[in-house]
Structures are given as structure tokens and as C-alpha cells.
T-cell receptor
Framework: GEDVEQSLFLSVREGDSSVINCTYTDSSSTYLYWYKQEPGAGLQLLTYIFSNMDMKQDQRLTVLLNKKDKHLSLRIADTQTGDSAIYFCAENKGYSTLTFGKGTMLLVSP | EAGVAQSPRYKIIEKRQSVAFWCNPISGHATLYWYQQILGQGPKLLIQFQNNGVVDDSQLPKDRFSAERLKGVDSTLKIQPAKLEDSAVYLC?????????????????FGPGTRLTVL
């Protein structure tokens, strides 16, 4: 397909791990990104992974990349209520144009 | 460091009216982007500036949308005349560069957006 695909909704309990999945479209994408959007706010870059890597860890965040399947995932360990937000997967095509998925709403309950 | 500033935060207009949005990027950022985010979707790039030149406006509906960045700093996006389907959040973002052909990381910093409602 031509769209970056994400599941629309994920609900977890505080302290659990969250895994948000994404399927991207362009095997030549150089970087893949995860952005976070809180209500009424713009997007904030959470983390990114270079296409020649298959894993990147950054504190509570782990990004896994499967280039063969064009699958990207974001794992958040010890999820907190402050992690409740919409998470966008994005890929870059060309020099710097970002193509975003529709976003996954993460709801963390106490 | 001050972030990307946008105004107004909210705007309600009737269809066929005109509206303009303003963006001031982070100081020193050469690249400025305007995105349209329709409810329930991810942001879609409308136009990208490098300094005061247009890099990509392939998805800008040029019959009604226009944008300028005259002095290579702040920018305005205008819609004239507005349609119901233009209801969305308009996000401005800036970055230091374009990422380059080898694909260097290009972190874009986003403003809070302007929520436009067209009645």
C-alpha cells in the first residue's frame, strides 16, 4: 500500500509495557521516526532509528526495525499515565519530507 | 530556547471567507514546514521552505492556499476562499536543515498548531 499503517488504539495499565506497531511503505527510507502528540499540542520527536539498524534503546523506549517486512515497533517499558498520547510513526522519503501514519492513541489507566 | 510560535491558536470562519495563519520558527532554523492535520489523521505536508525559497509545494492546493516566507524567518499561510473540508489543525514546524542526500537526521520541531473550523 501507499500509506504508513498503524493500529488506531492501545489501552494498557500503568506499569505494563506498551508496544505500538507500524508498517511503512518505502524500503529506501533512510530514517524512521516516532513522534508523540499530547492533547492540544504539536508533535514531539521521541526517537528515531537509522535504516541500517534493527534495534535502538533509549531509556524506557525500544525501537525494533524489520526491514524485510517494513515493520517498525515502539516499546515503552513501565508505561506511566503521562505516556497517554497519540504516537505517530513517520518515514522520510527524499531529502526531508516526512510521511506520517494516522497515529495510535495510547491510553494508560492507573 | 523558545519553540515554534503560531497564531492564532483557534479560528472559526464561514465557508468562502479568507483566513491567515502566522508562524515564527526557532531562531536559526533554515527550513520551515506547514502541515495540515485533519482529525483522526497524521500531519500531511503542505509546503516546505528552505530559507525564503520553496522546496516542496506539491501537495498545496494552489487554487486556494498560498504561503510565503519573505525574509526567510517567519511565514504566513493563507486560505482564500475556505471550504468546509479545510477544517483541520495547521501545524508549523522548523528544522536546521533538509537532511541531505545521505539522509542525515532531520529533527523537526513543531508548534502547537492553529485549529481552524470552517462552518
Amino acid at each position: 500500500g501507499e500509506d504508513v499503517e498503524q493500529s488506531l488504539f492501545l489501552s494498557v495499565r500503568e506499569g505494563d509495557s506498551s508496544v505500538i506497531n507500524c508498517t511503512y511503505t518505502d524500503s529506501s527510507s533512510t530514517y524512521l521516526y516516532w513522534y508523540k502528540q499530547e492533547p492540544g499540542a504539536g508533535l514531539q520527536l521521541l526517537t528515531y532509528i537509522f535504516s541500517n539498524m534493527d534495534m535502538k534503546q533509549d531509556q524506557r523506549l525500544t525501537v525494533l526495525l524489520n526491514k524485510k517486512d517494513k515493520h517498525l515497533s515502539l516499546r515503552i517499558a513501565d508505561t506511566q499515565t503521562g505516556d497517554s498520547a497519540i504516537y505517530f510513526c513517520a518515514e522520510n522519503k527524499g531529502y526531508s519530507t516526512l510521511t506520517f501514519g494516522k497515529g495510535t492513541m495510547l491510553l494508560v489507566s492507573p | 530556547e523558545a519553540g515554534v510560535a503560531q497564531s492564532p491558536r483557534y479560528k472559526i470562519i464561514e465557508k468562502r471567507q479568507s483566513v491567515a495563519f502566522w508562524c515564527n520558527p526557532i531562531s536559526g532554523h533554515a527550513t520551515l514546514y506547514w502541515y495540515q492535520q485533519i482529525l483522526g489523521q497524521g500531519p500531511k505536508l503542505l509546503i516546505q521552505f528552505q530559507n525564503n525559497g520553496v522546496v516542496d509545494d506539491s501537495q498545496l492546493p494552489k487554487d486556494r492556499f498560498s504561503a510565503e516566507r519573505l525574509k526567510g524567518v517567519d511565514s504566513t499561510l493563507k486560505i482564500q476562499p475556505a471550504k468546509l473540508e479545510d477544517s483541520a489543525v495547521y501545524l508549523c514546524a522548523s528544522s536546521t536543515g533538509t537532511g541531505g542526500p545521505s539522509g542525515e537526521v532531520n529533527e523537526q520541531f513543531f508548534g502547537p498548531g492553529t485549529r481552524l473550523t470552517v462552518l
